[in-house]
C-alpha cells in the first residue's frame, strides 16, 4: 500500500510497525463525550467552594489524604487557603459558565454566584481587585521576607481575569452596565504601564503594586517563594485585553494588546534574564505556564488582526513547548525540570494557543487541539475510578473503614476536577513509601486548584472549534461529536477515522481531515453519493461541500495509522527517558513506561 501520512511532520521520533486501518463495517461511534466531561467538571466547580467560608475555594488538594485538603501556606487572617485568593476562584469563576452551556445547563447555582461576589468583594474603589499577596509569592510571613506581605496589594493577574469575566457576562447578557465596570477595570489596568515610545510593559510583570511601588522583592533577601521569580516573569495581560475587546468592542483595549504584544516581541520588559522568550527560537527557562498564559494573548491578537508577527512568536514559543513535551498533550510544568510533571495550566494554556493558531489561518493546529484534549485532559480528570479506591482503601489500612468511606464521600465533590501533574501515564506523580499522608505533594497526586478551571478551558476551547460559523461557511474543524446551531456533527471512533455532519444551514461547507490523513484515501460522501474531493479553505486543508442545503448529510473517512512512536523526552536535562507511544490516528492506546500506581491509558 502507498503510504503518504505525513506523520514524520506531526510525530517527532521514530516510527515504526505503522499499518493503515480501513474499517469496512459500520463506523462506531466515538466515546469520547465532552458534554459528559462538562457535566462532571461542574460537580467540581460546584463541590469545590466552601459555603462557610464565603465560598473561598481549595488550592491545597491532596486526593489520596485524609484531609484532602491541608492548607499549604497556613491559614490567616485573609483566607482558611490564602493561596486560593485571586487565582483559583477567578480562573474557577470563567468556567461555570462554560461547562453549563456545553452541560446544557441555563442557570447559575448559589455556589457559582458566591464565588462570584466573593471576587467582587477583592475590587476597590479604584477598580483593581486587591488581596493578599498569598498566591503570588507561595509564602507569608516569611522572617526575611518584606513587611508587604502582610497586607493587600493590587493585582493586575486577578484584575486581568476578572475584565474577561465582566466582558463575557456582558457578550452573554448585552447589560450595558457590564460593558461599563468592564471600562472602568481596562481603564486602571491601563495606567500601571510603563512605556518604551509606542511599546508598553509592566516592570516587574505580575507583581502586585501598592501606591505607585511594585512588590517585586528583589532586595528582600531568600525564602520569599516564588515572587522572586514571578518578578522577572512575563505578565497577564493581553487576552485580557484582546477578550474585552472582542465582547465590547473597546478599540483602545485592542491597540493597548498591540502595544503590550509589541513589547513582548521587541523585548522591551526589563531585567527578564533567562524567563524572556528568545524571539527567533521560542525558548525560555522557568515556570512554563506564566508563559505561556501571556503567550495564548499574542496568539488570539494575531488571530483577530491576521498580523503573521504575532502569529509566529506565538508559533516559536508553543513549539519549543512542545518540544519539550509530547504529541499527546503533556507537557512540563517547568523547563527545565527534576522529574517529568506536566501542569494542567500549561496544557490548557497550550490548547487556547493551538486554537487561536488555527484560527489565524493555520489549520494543522487544530490536530494539537484534538490530541491534547482526546489524551491527556480525557485521562487527566478526576473520578474515583475502582483502581483510585482500590488505592486508597490500601494506602488507609490502619483507619476504620468508616473513616476511609466518609473520606471517600468527601471525594466525590472533587469528581470531575483534573490531576494537576500527571507523569506520562500516572495520576501519582508523587510516589514515595509514606503516600496517602495529607498534604498536596505528601499524598501522592497533586491537584493543586490552578489547574483543574484550566483544564476546562481546554475542553471548552475544543469545544468552540468543532463547527464554526463563519463568512465563508461553516467549518467542521474537529472530530469530536456537538450538536451545533449550524450543524450536527457525530464522530466516529478514532480508529474508524472519519465524522458525519448533519447540516442545519444552507450554505458552503468546509470539512477538515487531520493534517496527516492520506489525501488519495479521503472519501467524501454527500447523502448515500460519493463525491470526488475538492480541496479549499485556508491553508488548502478541507474539503469543500458547495452549496448544501438544511437536513443534508455529509460523510467523511480517511484512512487511519495505527503506529509505534519512540522519542527521548527532552525537560529532564541528562534524563533523556525514552518514550513510547502506540497510536490509532490521533489517539493514544498506551504509553511506556506505564505508570506504577494508577495508569491513566492502558484500557
Ligand atoms: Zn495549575
Same mark, same amino acid.
Given at each position: 500500500m502507498q503510504m503518504n501520512h505525513s506523520l514524520g511532520s506531526s510525530f517527532r521520533g521514530e516510527i515504526s510497525n505503522l499499518t493503515i486501518h480501513r474499517s469496512d463495517k459500520v463506523p462506531a461511534a466515538d466515546d469520547l463525550d465532552l458534554r459528559r466531561m462538562a457535566a462532571a467538571a461542574l460537580n467540581y466547580l460546584r463541590g469545590n467552594p466552601d459555603p462557610a467560608r464565603n465560598y473561598e475555594c481549595k488550592f #491545597?488538594?491532596?486526593?489520596? &489524604?485524609?484531609?484532602? !485538603?491541608?492548607?499549604?501556606l497556613a491559614s490567616n487572617q485573609y483566607g482558611f487557603d490564602p493561596i486560593s485568593l485571586g487565582d483559583t476562584d477567578c480562573r474557577m469563576d470563567w468556567q461555570y459558565p462554560h461547562m453549563r452551556a456545553m452541560a446544557g445547563e441555563p442557570h447559575a447555582d448559589a455556589v457559582e454566584i458566591g464565588v462570584r461576589r466573593r471576587i467582587q468583594s477583592y475590587q476597590r474603589a479604584d477598580g483593581l481587585l486587591w488581596m493578599n499577596p498569598a498566591a503570588w509569592?507561595?509564602?507569608?510571613? #516569611?522572617? #526575611?521576607?518584606?513587611?508587604? !506581605?502582610?497586607h493587600e496589594w493590587a493585582f493586575t493577574w486577578a484584575t486581568g481575569k476578572w475584565l474577561v469575566s465582566l466582558a463575557e457576562e456582558y457578550e452573554r447578557s448585552r447589560d450595558a452596565r457590564f460593558a461599563q465596570e468592564a471600562r472602568v477595570i481596562f481603564q486602571a489596568l491601563a495606567k500601571l504601564l510603563s512605556w518604551d515610545g509606542q511599546r508598553a510593559f509592566l516592570p516587574y510583570g505580575l507583581a502586585p503594586w501598592r501606591n505607585g511601588e511594585?512588590?517585586?522583592?528583589?532586595?528582600?533577601?531568600?525564602?520569599?517563594?516564588?515572587g522572586g521569580e514571578h518578578s522577572h516573569n512575563y505578565p497577564f495581560f493581553v487576552e485580557p485585553m484582546v477578550r474585552y475587546w472582542e465582547c465590547c468592542g473597546d478599540a483602545e483595549a485592542l491597540a493597548l494588546a498591540r502595544a503590550m504584544a509589541d513589547g513582548h516581541l521587541a523585548g522591551v520588559?526589563?531585567?527578564?534574564?533567562? !524567563?524572556?522568550?528568545?524571539?527567533?527560537?521560542g525558548a525560555f527557562a522557568k515556570h512554563v505556564h506564566l508563559h505561556t498564559h501571556e503567550v495564548w494573548g499574542v496568539a488570539h491578537l494575531g488571530a483577530v488582526t491576521g498580523d503573521p508577527r504575532y502569529l509566529d512568536w506565538a508559533e516559536q514559543a508553543y513549539r519549543f513547548v512542545l518540544s519539550q513535551g509530547t504529541d499527546f498533550g503533556w507537557y512540563p510544568e517547568y523547563i527545565p525540570q527534576h522529574e517529568y510533571r506536566t501542569e494542567i495550566c500549561v496544557v490548557g494554556d497550550m490548547t487556547s494557543i493551538a486554537a487561536c493558531l488555527a484560527r489565524g489561518g493555520r489549520p494543522e493546529f487544530w490536530d494539537h487541539v484534538e490530541r491534547t484534549v482526546r489524551n491527556e485532559l480525557r485521562r487527566s480528570q478526576f473520578f474515583l475510578t475502582p483502581a483510585f479506591v482500590a488505592l486508597f482503601r490500601k494506602i488507609h489500612p490502619d483507619l476504620p473503614t468508616a473513616d476511609v468511606d466518609q473520606a471517600l464521600a468527601e471525594l466525590r465533590k472533587l469528581? &470531575?476536577?483534573?490531576?494537576a501533574q500527571a507523569t506520562f501515564d500516572d495520576w501519582v506523580g508523587y510516589p514515595s513509601p509514606?503516600?496517602?499522608?495529607?498534604g498536596m505533594y505528601a499524598n501522592g497526586i497533586q491537584m493543586m486548584g490552578c489547574c483543574p478551571p484550566e483544564g476546562m478551558r481546554g475542553l471548552w476551547e475544543a469545544w468552540q472549534g468543532i463547527v464554526e460559523a463563519r463568512p465563508a461557511g461553516v467549518f467542521i474543524n474537529l472530530p469530536f461529536s456537538r450538536d451545533h446551531a449550524a450543524a450536527q456533527v457525530t464522530a466516529f471512533r478514532p480508529a474508524d477515522g472519519g465524522f458525519r455532519v448533519a447540516a442545519k444551514q444552507a450554505g458552503d461547507y468546509f470539512l477538515r481531515p487531520p493534517t496527516w490523513a492520506d489525501r488519495a484515501a479521503v472519501k467524501l460522501q454527500r447523502g448515500d453519493k460519493s463525491v470526488a474531493p475538492v480541496w479549499g479553505g485556508p491553508a488548502n486543508a478541507y474539503l469543500l461541500c458547495q452549496a448544501v442545503q438544511p437536513g443534508e448529510s455529509l460523510t467523511l473517512h480517511w484512512a487511519v495509522p495505527q503506529f509505534k512512536q519512540v522519542f527521548a523526552a527532552q525537560s529532564v536535562p541528562g534524563r533523556n527517558q525514552s518514550v513510547t507511544v502506540e497510536w490509532s490516528g490521533n489517539e493514544v492506546l498506551s504509553v511506556d513506561p506505564r505508570g506504577q500506581y494508577l495508569p491513566m491509558f492502558q484500557t
Open positions: #491545597s488538594l491532596g486526593p489520596l &489524604g485524609i484531609p484532602a !485538603l491541608v492548607p499549604f509569592a507561595g509564602t507569608l510571613d #516569611s522572617p #526575611s521576607a518584606r513587611e508587604g !506581605l502582610k511594585w512588590l517585586h522583592m528583589q532586595d528582600a533577601g531568600k525564602n520569599c517563594g516564588w520588559q526589563p531585567d527578564m534574564e533567562e !524567563l524572556r522568550i528568545d524571539p527567533v527560537t469528581e &470531575g476536577g483534573f490531576v509514606t503516600m496517602g499522608a495529607p
